[in-house]
Each structure stands twice: as C-alpha cells, then as structure tokens.
C-alpha cells in the first residue's frame, strides 16, 4: 500500500478542449515548487499523483499555495483487490470516528458489483470488526471514499482544501503596479489566482523615498513569487520626473499627473516583457486619484487594458486577504513611498484631461521615461525559502 497525494481540479475539469494545456502547466508548476524535494507527479486516468519519498507533510504545505487546485487528498493505492478490506481496516485503526459512510466509484467496469453494493460490503465488513460505531449516511464523523480503478483501488478520506482558480501561466502574463501598500500584493494574488504570471514594477524615489522602502516591496515580490513561481521586479527611479513635476506642475495635479507618468512606463515595459495588461491596487473612491473622472484621466495616456481586482472591495476585506495571504504585517510597516511623500494639501478630484496635457508640456517627460527605462533595475525573486545571509554562504 503507497501513500500518494491526490489532486483535484475543480473549475479546470470545465476546460474542455484544451484540459491537457492546463494539466501540463499545473503539474510544471508542481514540479517547479517542490523541485528541492524527491517526488514524482504522475497523470493518470483522469487524475492526478504526487509520489513523494520526501516528508509528505512538507509537500502538502507547499501544494496548498498552488493555483488550478480545488482540493487534494493523501490517498492510499492499494493494487491487489484481495487485500482491500486488510488494509481498510488497518487504516481505520488511526481514525477517531463514531459514524462512518463508504463511498465508491467504479472506474474499473468489470467489476460485477454496483458501487452501491460495494459500499454496503465494505461498511458490513468495517461494522463487524470496529466496535460502538455506526453508519450515518447525511453527516458522517468519516467519509472513506473508494475508487476502483483498472488496475489499482484508490483510498481516501478527508480533503484538504486548496487554492481553486486557474494554473498560473495558462492565461499569458501582466505587469503588476507593486507599491509597499496594502492594496496592490492583494491585487496581484488575485490576478495570479486567474493564471496570469505576473512581473512586477515598482516607482521609486532615492532619496525621498528609502532602502527600507525597496526591501519591503522586495519582500512583498517574494510573498507574491511564492505563488507566481517566481518574479521580476523592475525597478523604476522616478526620482527626476516626480521633482519635474514637483517644480513645474500646480500642485492640485501633482497625484494625477504623477500617475499618468507611472502608467505609461508601465505600459511600455509591459510591452517590452510581453504582459498583455496592467494590475494595480486602485480601488474606486478610495483616495482622489482613484474617482471615476481621475480613473479615466489617468488611464487615457494608455493603450493596454488596466486591470484593478480590488476596484469594488472594502478596505476592510481587503486587509482580511492581505492577512490571509500574509502581506499585511509587511505593507504596514511605516516606510514612506513615493507617493505618500508628495501628496498636495488639495488634490484634484474630478481633474480636467485638457488640463492634464497642458501641464505636461511644462516637462519634457518623454526623455525623462526615455532615461529611466533605460536605467532601470530588474530584480529576479526566486520561490525559494532563503535566509537573508544565504547568497553570501
Ligand atoms: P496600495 O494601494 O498598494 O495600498 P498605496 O495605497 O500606497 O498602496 P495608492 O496611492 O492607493 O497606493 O495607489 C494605487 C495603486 O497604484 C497601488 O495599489 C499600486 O498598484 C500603484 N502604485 C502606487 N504607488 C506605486 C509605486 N511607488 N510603485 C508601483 N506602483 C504603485
Ligand atoms: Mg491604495
């Protein structure tokens, strides 16, 4: 009897025609993060394995952060049919339950018994030699599912749940806006939740803006890396355009305008990386840049779709997720970003796009994104557990 982990796709198994597509990518994902360890993934007859000679609990830790998942279970392969109901019961010694209910399904149509019957024996057999138990059909302590296959039966009993949505990289990749916010990692989960791998950018500000700044989003990137497989981060030094615009620009525009800058650099590194849209953390009415009119003054100097997750969250279900997908205690660690650093008093909030293009012409902002794409930095963020000192050991 092998010890195995069983995974189940949920919203996958609706991918019809090119299910294999999305098979091949979850299983390379699997491979990708659990390549330190010594398993075997195998697709099999409609499902899923993971043989593993490595600590199981360690894999199942890191399953539980992979996309396309619905849910997985540690299954039991038995291959010898005689020796079904032995290690039934063996099994069963570990379990603590006061009502049971078997569950079969019979792949292996040459079986002569319908599932149903098979259920009754096997729950006859378990009755007879585990004492002050009983059989509750509804809401049973246990459930022990059994599947007979060509040329194995599969045992299983409780699901771990996973992460549902989509193998990340089957639906092409985006350029996620990463500040060290709340807002923008939570956003980037859930557009790597769809399958779309993400790269990353990040404005900075040196040196009104500081390291502290840049390690916190570091840190945000390699949360994101876990379920991403890995990041790039590119690094942008906004310093000369956010001080053109600082000197020349009236102040009520500063955020807007700033914004326009920052969405057409990433646009043209999206373009540059292949990402066929833009993620941010904009949420509607959350501060004067994010109202609909400021929406769309921003958004017109772009061609690329902008795509904002959170644009209908709460702050406060957005801060949930942040906790759940453990950023929280890092974006809110009180470096300042380039934003928050040259807010105005009186920001704009339903600003005119005239407006916007007459200011412009006060900076010569082409060649300053010219320059700053050219110099900026991009940073690769493995998956991997590091400790802080382990490219120096
Ligand atoms: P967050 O929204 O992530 O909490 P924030 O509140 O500082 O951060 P906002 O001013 O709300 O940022 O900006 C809206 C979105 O613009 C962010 O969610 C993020 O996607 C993007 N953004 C803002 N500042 C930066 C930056 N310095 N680098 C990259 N993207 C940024
Ligand atoms: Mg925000």
Redesign the pocket.
């Known amino acids: 009897m092998e010890k195995v982990i069983l995974i189940k796709y949920g919203e996958l198994s609706t991918k019809k025609d090119n299910i294999n597509f999305f098979l091949t990518k979850l299983k390379d994902n699997l491979l990708n993060i659990l390549k330190d360890l010594d398993v075997n993934i195998v697709y099999d007859l409609g499902r899923m394995f993971i043989y593993t000679n490595s600590d199981i609990n360690k894999v199942i830790d890191r399953v539980k952060n992979v996309f396309g998942i619905h849910e997985f279970n540690i299954a039991y392969i038995i291959d010898n049919k005689e020796d079904l109901n032995t290690y039934i019961l063996e099994l069963l010694k570990e379990k603590e339950f006061k009502t049971f209910k078997v569950e079969s399904k019979r792949s292996n149509k040459k079986i002569p018994k319908t599932s149903i019957e098979l259920s009754r024996d096997l729950g006859a057999l378990i009755l007879k030699n585990i004492p002050n138990i009983k059989v509750d059909v509804h809401n049973p302590d246990l459930l022990i599912n059994v599947e007979y296959r060509l040329n194995n039966i599969l045992v299983y009993f409780e699901a771990i749940k996973g992460l549902g949505g989509y193998p990340v990289g089957t639906l092409g990749k985006g350029l ?12 980037g989960f859930l557009t790597i939740k769809r399958g779309v791998k993400l790269e ?6 040196p040196p009104h ?1 500081s390291r502290e700044a840049k390690d916190k ?1 570091k840190t945000l990137a390699q949360k994101l890396a876990l379920y991403n497989n890995e990041i790039n981060l590119h690094v ?1 030094n ?1 310093t000369e355009i956010q001080e053109a615009i600082y000197k020349n620009i009236p102040h009520e525009y500063l ?1 807007t305008i700033m ?1 326009r800058m ?1 969405y057409r650099i ?1 646009a043209i590194i999206a373009h540059n990386r292949n990402c066929k849209v833009i ?5 509607i009415g ?2 004067a ?2 109202t609909l009119t400021s929406m769309m003054a921003i958004n017109e100097v772009v061609k690329i779709p902008v795509i904002r997750p ?1 644009a209908c969250f709460d702050k406060l279900d ?1 801060i949930d997720l942040a906790k759940k997908i453990d950023t929280y205690e890092t ?1 809110i660690l009180p470096y300042e ?4 650093i040259f807010v105005p008093k009186h920001p704009v909030i339903n600003p005119d796009k005239n407006k916007c293009a007459e200011y412009e012409k006060l900076i010569p902002y082409e060649e300053l994104i010219y320059q700053a794409i050219k110099n900026h930095e991009i940073i690769k963020i493995s998956n991997e557990d590091k400790n802080e000192y382990s490219d120096l050991l």
């Open positions: 996620l806006m990463l500040s060290g916010g709340i807002d923008s990692p939570v956003a990353a950018i990040y404005f900075e500000s803006t989003v942008i906004f955020i914004r920052m990433s993620v941010n953390g904009e949420s959350q501060v840049s994010q959170l957005i974006s970003d380039c934003c928050t």
